[in-house]
């Protein structure tokens, strides 16, 4: 099945409006951006304040490109260990794919899980997301990635984002997704809140600023070439590169070349995730793993690429088909979950909640607004207005909710995620199917988040985190993950990036 890709300012407008009117307010040295075409994605970009392009320096001690979690995470810490950070985004608004984040942040042996007597160690951590990646995932940097998760969940509560709203992703046996406390969207909490952390510390971050190429120099990297408002290009030096500028899942040339059969489906992804980064690395001989693992999201609004966030099946939602029916376990790893849906005869399915899903997914106003909700108050109601046999879909809530009342998913073997069941009317359906979301593949690091080449060893100076890099995720990654990723590996990112200016002065 093939599905419209959708590019365009639209991803990047829905995404802004989880956070518009939220921006902090920003210090007296900094004001938006001068506009270009761009400047029109969205109202939002005009509300948030960035740095103007007089205060811009012709060296800094490390130089972060792109201004989404991973980007901003690192400038956070790279100045907490004592350098001088700028961020460059060539967007006209920070947050990235961040912004689109929304089931939460996944992370073992937390203090959160502990004060919910969630039992979870991080070995379970390590195992589950190694088999939801098919095992190809990169086992050091997993290993990394599993015993920081902690401390990157009391980091990120130690600057002003508290995660401590817990929930389940596909994949995962506990309840180890760490959501804001509300329940919202967890993409426009953090941006918001490093944003604040960014201004605190008065680090300069300029958009509509488009890094087009890193400076090599006697074999170190030596600052980049960023030009401003689609016209001003300026040489910026300095003794560190850290690359932040996500995956290429915007990108239709790049999806064509590494996975032609995913050609025409719609896209999640905000316009500016095109593979920048990927590009730039590779002119320099870095080496790059797992490019053609690209993952599809399996529910998506297929109208717009608007993404419906995993923590509606984590809270007790069921999917069935065109019968009415349920056809597989909801809490599947996201490519299976994809690859039923695509087998269904329609090639799409319904999310079917209740009142009490919709509680405790506070997203879910959200699509409401974006009118992607429809509401019954029966389930017969329901099933008229989407247009699905009554009974069918009746019988098929009852057998739910007396597999939440067994504790046992005899039809599919679900085992997560049954604590409510659907009973609270009124009811709502979301028309879904796949959509293109995340690339797996990119550059390859070390656990320090030191670019390798394709020999093996570390480019000097050049570091990179997020989705821009592979390896991590393996050929499926789990729900959750992203953010972790990008928090975990930004932070190390912005640490060995200083210490490694530091043994320069010595």
Not at 10 to 28: I, Q
Not at 127 to 156: C, H, M, P, Y
Not at 217 to 246: C, L, P, R
Not at 475 to 502: K, L, T
Request: some cysteine; charged content about 25%; proline content about 2%.
């Amino acid at each position: 099945m093939k599905r419209k890709f959708l590019l365009g300012a639209f991803s990047l407008l829905s995404a802004l409006a989880l956070v518009t009117g939220c921006s902090p307010d920003k210090p007296s040295s900094t004001k938006t951006s001068s506009s270009s075409s761009k400047s029109e994605v969205s109202s939002g970009a005009s509300e948030a304040k960035y740095t103007d392009i007089k205060e811009l320096k012709e060296k800094y001690d490390v130089i972060i490109v792109g201004a989404g979690g991973a980007g901003m995470t690192a400038a956070i810490e790279a100045k907490d260990k004592g350098l001088n950070p700028v961020v460059f985004e060539k967007m006209p608004v920070a947050g990235g794919n961040t912004l689109k984040a929304s089931a939460g942040m996944n992370a073992a042996e937390t203090k959160f899980e502990k004060e919910k007597n969630v039992t979870d160690s991080k070995d379970l951590f390590f195992e589950e997301t190694l088999k939801g990646g098919g095992g190809k995932n990169d086992q050091e940097l997993l290993r990394f990635f599993v015993d920081n998760s902690a401390s990157a969940i009391d980091w990120l509560d130690q600057n002003g984002m508290k995660l401590d709203n817990l929930t389940t992703t596909g994949g995962m046996s506990v309840t180890r997704t760490h959501r804001p406390t509300d329940g919202s969207a967890v993409g426009g909490y953090l941006v918001k809140g490093l944003l604040e952390n960014i201004h605190k510390r008065n680090i300069p971050l300029f958009v509509n600023a488009d890094v087009t190429k890193i400076n090599e120099k006697d074999g170190k990297i030596s600052g980049v070439e960023v030009t401003f408002d689609q016209k001003d290009k300026k040489e910026i030096s300095s003794n560190a590169v850290i690359v932040t500028t996500g995956g290429f899942g915007a990108n239709e040339e790049m999806i064509k070349k590494y996975r032609p059969d995913l050609v025409g489906y719609v896209s999640t992804n905000q316009e500016g995730s095109t593979g920048d980064g990927i590009k730039m690395i590779e002119a320099l001989g870095g080496a790059t793993v797992d490019l053609d693992q690209i993952q599809i999201h399996p529910t998506v609004v297929q109208k717009n690429g608007y993404l419906i966030t995993e923590a509606v099946r984590g809270e007790g939602a069921i999917l069935v088909n065109g019968e009415g029916k349920r056809f597989f376990n909801e809490m599947e790893t996201r490519d299976k979950v994809s690859k039923a849906i695509l087998e269904t005869k329609e090639k799409s399915a319904y999310l079917i909640l209740d009142s009490g899903v919709k509680e405790r997914v506070k997203a879910i106003a959200t699509y409401e607004k974006q009118g992607f909700v429809v509401e019954g108050k029966t389930i017969a109601e329901l099933a008229e207005k989407i247009k699905l046999p009554a009974e069918a879909l009746e019988a098929t809530v009852n057998e739910w909710n007396k597999s939440v009342a067994d504790k046992q998913d005899t039809a599919f073997g679900r085992k997560t995620a049954m604590e409510n069941d659907l009973s609270k009317a009124p009811y709502y359906a979301i028309q879904i199917a796949p959509g293109i979301h995340h690339t797996m593949g990119g550059v390859k690091i070390n656990t320090k988040t030191e670019v390798l080449n394709k020999d093996g060893k570390a480019i000097t100076g050049l570091f990179a985190a997020g989705e821009v890099t592979g390896g991590l995720h393996g050929a499926n990654r789990i729900g959750g993950n992203a953010v972790a990723d990008i928090i975990i590996f930004g932070r190390q990112a912005g640490s060995q990036s200083a210490e490694f200016v530091e043994g320069l002065k010595k």
